[in-house]
Every structure is written in C-alpha cells, then in structure tokens.
C-alpha cells in the first residue's frame, strides 16, 4: 500500500488577516514543532498559509491525533508525492484512489497548477489524471458537484503533490495571539471546557484552583492537575496556582452562615484570582459559570459576585446548555476525569438556601463588617503554590515568590 511522504497543514484564514499574520503563523509553527517534537525525523517547511511536514518515514496516522490539538490548524491532510511527468502523476493517482478505504462509489479530480510551466493546464490534467483513474476503476462514477472523494492534484515547481483527505483541525486562533487570562479551575465538568474555549480564542491561560484541606483532600487536586494536563495538550506547559483557601472559608462562615454565604465566598476568590492575575501579567479572569445552573450562576448572583474586582470576566459557558458542554468536555477528553467524586471547597458549608438575588449593596455592608479579610485575601496570595503542568509531567516552580 502506498504510504504519505509528507503532510500539508493549513492555518486558519483568520489567522491569514492583517499585520499579525506573520506573528500568528510563527506562533502556530512553533506549537506545531511543539506538538510532534516526539517525532524526531519529521523536518518542517513553511509557506504562505501552510506548513509542510516531511514524514521522513513517520505514520500520518500516529500525527493526526497530535495535529488535531494544535490551536489555529484549519485543517491538514496526508500527500503523495511524484515526478513531474504524466505517467507518474497517472500512476501515483491510481495508487491514492486504491488505497482508500472505504472505496467511494463517485469521485471528481481538481488539479491546481501552480507551475506554469507544466506542457498541460488545469482542464487538461483533470480530463488526463481523471480519464485515467475512470479506466482503471470501471464501476467508478464521476460526480463534479458531491462525490464521495475528491482526489486533488498541485503542480508545483518540482514536483506534484496529490492527496484525497482533508482532516479537519481545531481551528480558533493561535495559542497567546490575544493576550493572558487567569482561569478558575475546579475539578468539575465546566471549568475545563471554559478554559479549551478560552485557548481557542487565543488566550494564554494559567490556572487557579481553590482547595480547603484538611476538608478537601489531596485527590481533588490530583484531579485538577490531571484535568489541566489534558489541556496543556492544547496549551503547552501551563502555571497551576494552588490557593489554599481554608482560613478564609473557615472566618467568613464563622463571621456569617446564612444565605449570602456563598456570594461572600466567590468575591473573596475572585479577590485572589485578581492579586495573582496582576502579579502575572494576565488581563482577564475566565470562568466556568453557565446561566443558571445553580445559585450563584443567577444574573444578579454573577453581577454582584463579578463586581468585586475590576479585570475583564470572561465566561465562554454562559449561554451554553449543560449537553452541549459535556459534548465539548467529552471531545477535550476532560469529561471522565471531571466526573470522578471528589471533595470541592465551594460545596463545603453550603447554606440550606442560598440566595439567588442577592443584593450588591447589603453584601458589601456584611464585607464592611469583616475587617480582617483583606489581610487574609494576601495571606492567601502570599501562600499559594505554583507548579508547572504539561502533559507529561508536573514540576513545582520553587521561585515564582520571586516574581
């Protein structure tokens, strides 16, 4: 069976636009070479709006899985190559069309011929490539307006490239291309597909988790870096910052438990998650919150709880149906982890009926009253634990105090 010499990637046309377009492919380029840097034969070559990947032996189908993780590729697709005579591009045509599996019943051939050059224009060759591949194939049909495989054939300087199939990529912008976020990550199912919407958008992320141990216990936070491993598949290597948010939680409940209680908890994280966002350079706060999902994801509960800091909240979630985020977990391959039992902080000390309105002007009376939270907001700044997550490991970062 005839096997892929090269494949070509394409980027995104949105990534193609503006004074930008050469600082998004170079950064599409590297998270590319990222990606596959485990595949150390494959040599890379660019061009406008493409990059070509010499396989150099390598199996397209061990790539394709890598590729489809790599933010900005509209989509990519495996090439046979050949000399720039007829017979070869003929033959080379006969060997990609028997190879697919299954064999389609219609097909067309369009030809791009960028060489000018070639002794036969485009009509030409895909009356030649086509005529050919049709006496080969006899029960074969042409169908120019919805065939089952369209085999496409480019002329190039130096050689022809053809090839049948087209896998779709992830699209988006390129990983970074507007700017860093902080992303609130709990060990649930919709903080994940935020934070994946949020790195196709273009965003740079790094990771807050909450965590109230001895109440919550080390699993939960295992879960949360097995989560985000999966999106540094997407991301590359990812800041975690583990807040240890047990005595803030323990003196706000000591101070108030009633059905404000929650309202009071989320603006003292969302208080953290802005001190670390400005300590490292981030620009936005991104969130998991879906319209009404639960108390706290009420409109008024999300103005009055957004209101305590002054970043920009980005809820990629909040117009979406709980299916249609499963969906988007399950594709990211987060769903099963997120459904694993685990302790979260924010369903410690739940009141029996927190408020689903709650009153921006009476909750800032209450913080008024709690004279020593600001001095536990930087307590537990000042405490929190960066690691570094990538996909294949964790590693501590013993010297972000630094910086």
């Known amino acids: 069976m005839i096997r892929p010499q090269q494949a070509i990637l394409r980027l995104g046309e949105l990534t193609l636009k503006g004074r930008n377009r050469h600082r998004f492919e170079k950064t599409i380029f590297e998270q590319v070479k990222r990606t596959l840097r485990s595949f ?26 890598f590729l489809q993780k790599v933010l900005g590729l509209a989509s990519f697709s495996p090439i046979y190559t050949t000399s720039l005579e007829l017979e ?35 009509q030409e060759m895909n009356r030649l490539v086509g005529g050919y591949v049709l006496r080969a194939f006899p029960d074969l049909k042409v169908d120019v307006h919805r065939p089952e495989a369209e085999l496409r054939v480019e002329l190039r300087e130096q050689q022809a490239l053809l090839y049948c199939r087209v896998d779709g990529g992830a699209g988006g912008f390129p990983l ?37 141990y001895p ?7 295992q879960k949360v870096m ?5 999106l540094s598949a997407y991301a590359g290597p990812v800041k975690l910052h583990m807040v240890s948010f047990t005595s803030v939680q323990t003196k706000i409940h000591g101070a108030y438990n009633k059905n404000l209680l929650i309202t009071l ?20 706060i991104v969130t998991g919150e879906s319209l009404g999902q639960v108390a706290s994801q ?4 999300m103005n009055t709880i957004g209101r305590a800091v002054s970043l920009p909240m980005i809820r990629p979630l909040v117009c979406m149906e709980k299916r249609e985020i499963i969906q988007v977990a399950e594709a990211i391959d987060t769903f099963q982890i997120s459904i694993l039992p685990h302790e979260d902080c924010c369903t410690l000390f739940l009141p029996p009926s927190p408020s689903t309105n709650p009153n921006l002007k009476v909750v800032e009376s209450i913080e008024s009253k709690l004279e020593w939270l600001q001095d536990e907001i930087e307590e537990a700044v000042r405490n929190t634990q960066t690691i570094w997550i ?5 590693k501590e970062d013993k010297f972000s105090s630094f910086f």
């Open 265 to 284: 908890l989320r603006r003292a994280m969302l208080r953290i998650t802005e001190k670390l966002a400005e300590e490292n350079r981030a620009g936005a």
């Open 390 to 394: 990538d996909d294949k490991e964790i």
């Open 176 to 212: 970074g291309s507007n700017g860093k976020a902080m992303l609130m990550l709990s060990g649930g199912i919709d903080s994940p597909v935020a934070g994946y919407l949020a790195l196709r958008q273009g965003l740079k992320l790094e990771a807050v988790h909450f965590h109230s």
């Open 215 to 221: 109440y919550t216990n080390e699993k939960s936070q």
């Open 88 to 122: 070869r591009i003929q033959d080379t045509a006969f060997k990609v069309m028997e190879s697919l599996q299954p064999f389609p019943q219609t097909y067309k051939v369009s030809v791009r011929r960028i060489n000018k050059s070639f002794p036969y224009d485009s």
């Open 40 to 65: 150390e034969t494959i040599t890379y070559q660019k061009e406008f709006g493409r990059i070509i990947l010499h396989l150099n032996g390598v199996d397209y189908e061990e790539l394709a899985p």
């Open 226 to 230: 097995d989560l985000l491993k999966k």
């Open 298 to 301: 009420t409109l008024s509960s």
